[in-house]
């Protein structure tokens, strides 16, 4: 059996939005793509880290502005989003700190340029009541041939 998966994503800059496409073509799974007010951040790369770091300092995370999906159709979140210092960007925090009761299986999916530090245990803290399952980094170098990888860890969670 597959399970149902729900596929979230967020994205600054597109490399992770594509990583997130290229897994809803290996999964067939939903896809949601997270949004944030316009303007939220700066198209600076450095200064969107001072916003994303007086966020993280404030605790005052950004509004998600998509549509958000019914947790009650799938066992299983893949939560997409680009490495921010080393941590989850502040939008998938968000996401993540709003999973309230859903107990399925959750993993991360993320794009770095080749450093992502402390990443996924930053983002296994973030989950509270679902089973973390490990994730899948990927810099936007690899993308072009990601779909094996991406298939390798879709495995994971098919039982
Ligand atoms: C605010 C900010 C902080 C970042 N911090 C890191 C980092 O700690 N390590 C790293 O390898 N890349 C870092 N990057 C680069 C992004 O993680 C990388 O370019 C990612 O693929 C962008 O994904 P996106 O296009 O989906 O936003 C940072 C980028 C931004 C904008």
Redesign the pocket.
């Known amino acids: 059996m597959v399970s149902t998966a729900l596929i979230v ?11 997130a496409v290229d897994l809803q073509q290996v999964t067939g799974a939903d896809k949601v793509d997270l949004t944030v007010t316009q303007g939220t ?1 700066p198209s600076d ?2 200064a ?2 001072d916003v ?1 770091s007086q966020q993280l300092s404030s605790g005052d995370l950004p509004e998600l502005t998509n549509v958000r999906p019914d947790l009650n159709h799938y066992q299983t979140l893949l939560v ?8 989850v ?1 502040t939008p998938v925090r968000r996401f993540l700190q709003q999973l309230g009761d859903f107990r399925g299986v959750v993993a991360p999916f ?8 402390g ?1 996924e245990d930053d983002f296994e803290q973030l989950i509270t009541r679902g089973t973390f399952v490990m994730g899948l980094g ?3 170098g690899d993308l072009p041939r990601d779909q094996q990888a991406l298939r390798g860890w879709w495995r994971n969670f098919q039982i």
């Open positions: 994503d967020y994205s600054w800059s597109g490399t992770t939005a594509q990583m951040f790369m450095f969107t880290a994303a997409g989003g680009p490495v921010w210092n080393g941590k960007a993320y794009t770095d340029s080749g450093n992502p530090g990443y990927m810099t936007a």
